[in-house]
């Protein structure tokens, strides 16, 4: 069950009052209609809009048929994709505890020597499949991985490596697809409607969180339910847009720096998966928030420095999770050496969340605006539902910046003037 007040605004009272906030609800509304209709700047890209309910059914069931497989038969899975081709993924499989038969491995994601070498020496000896997820098939750090791994897999497995090899690219065109035509690999499909960093929830993230054995059907629902509660153009009532109102208030404020705090390990790489989703696709124009993430409470024995005295340029919003399943205690010493013992009979997971409520308090204090993202527990079901909220948050944040959400030309340029330096024809 959701929480009543899973975006947590109560500590902006002192930055923001309602009617600044409600300032900006016709350019919701108007912002809305253009997500909703198709006709803003980059509706060629909005095909994550609905799709918790416009899924491709068949595709889905064909996914939970490879997972099995992957399972039955590999206890290795290779991921090969950057950035949103494997993001996604990761954030979820780090999130969530599977059912650990099979582990996922990631490659592709750069273009270290050291850290390929490492993980054919850790594949050695193992069951093994791949998944390569490109939609061209031509991108350099995951190209390069997969002509290294498919070598190796094919120096294992002869013939065989191709049906432990996934492709998920274009439906239709593309080096990869040919080359998955003309070897045999089953095939799925990167939606031509939805950009990489949105993709979690298609065949590119829930091939591998399916093979790490996470309900993949709970995943959907609980994106379907966060559908259908921000399908609103009502500000007051649409907590997504909320959030983005308030990230645009605080830049206009000069608070140009946006960091996401966890207080769970777990969560480490749902920020990665969120600083790609907010800085890919507001960073241009020469506009942006710049997107930072932290692990509290480790990091506030370094970076909580500067955020409690450093800079005013921060906003920062925190990611909680509020049921504890786990519940390990501390338990009272006769001797009291360490001086713990005001906390005995305290869980853990309650010092960690006094921690994280004292941080909010000490930061908002001390002019740092918090927003608390409060998921109920960290289930498929709730993550599936946050995942789909900064979506449709980062949607509308983008267009009241007055930027497209969607593109991301300023990645190109790094590209370009690397295959000038490796001589590419």
């Not at 899924?55 to 048929?65: A, L, M, P």
């Not at 270290?112 to 850790?122: F, R, T």
Request: with cysteine; hydrophobic share 35%.
């Amino acid at each position: 069950m959701l929480n009543k007040e899973f975006f947590d605004e109560s500590y902006l009272r002192n930055f923001v009052n309602e009617g600044e906030l409600g300032a900006w609800s016709q350019r919701v509304k108007e912002n809305h209609e253009e997500i909703h209709n198709k006709t803003g700047e980059g509706n060629d890209f909005l095909g994550w809009v609905d799709l918790p309910i416009n899924y491709d059914k068949e595709e889905f069931g064909r996914i939970k048929t490879a997972a099995e497989k992957i399972k039955n038969d590999s206890e290795a899975l290779v991921v090969i994709g950057i950035g949103g081709s494997y993001l996604g993924a990761k954030a979820v499989i780090e999130a969530l505890d599977g059912d650990g038969k099979t582990k996922i491995y990631f490659a592709g994601n750069d273009l270290s020597s050291k850290h390929m070498n490492n993980l054919l020496k850790e594949l050695e000896g193992k069951e093994v499949s791949l998944n390569v997820i490109s939609k061209s098939g031509t991108t350099t750090e995951p190209a390069v991985a997969f002509r290294i791994l498919r070598e190796w897999m094919e120096n294992k497995y002869g013939e065989e490596a191709n049906k432990r090899i996934y492709a998920t690219t274009d439906r239709e065109r593309g080096v990869l697809k040919e080359l998955a035509n003309k070897k045999g690999y089953e095939t799925f499909v990167v939606p031509n409607d939805i950009g990489g960093r949105y993709s979690v929830l298609t065949a590119v993230g829930l091939l591998p969180i399916a093979a790490a054995g996470i309900n993949i059907d709970d995943l959907m629902c609980g994106a379907e339910a966060a559908r259908q509660k921000f399908d609103n153009e009502n500000l007051a009532e649409n907590e997504a847009y909320r959030y983005a109102v308030y990230r645009n208030i605080f830049y206009q404020q000069g608070k140009l720096v946006e960091v996401l705090a966890n207080y769970e390990p777990g969560l480490h790489y749902v920020g990665e998966w969120w600083k790609q989703l907010f800085g890919e696709s507001e960073g241009k124009d020469k506009k942006g928030i710049f997107t930072a993430t932290v692990d509290f409470t480790t990091d506030l024995h370094s970076m909580g420095q500067y955020m409690q005295d450093g800079n005013r340029i921060l906003m920062e919003t925190v990611l909680s999770v509020e049921e504890d399943s786990e519940k390990i205690m501390i338990r009272s010493d006769l001797k009291n050496l360490d001086g713990l013992n005001y906390l005995a009979e305290k869980s853990l997971d309650e010092v960690n969340k006094t921690a994280m409520e004292a941080t909010i308090a000490a930061h908002t204090e001390g002019g740092v605006p918090n927003m608390i993202i409060r998921m109920p527990k960290l289930d498929a079901f709730n993550l599936g539902y946050t995942l789909y909220f900064f979506e449709k948050a980062c949607a509308m944040s983008g267009y009241l910046l007055g930027v497209n959400p969607f593109n991301q030309p300023g990645v190109e340029v790094y590209k370009k003037k690397m295959f000038v330096l490796l001589g590419k024809e």
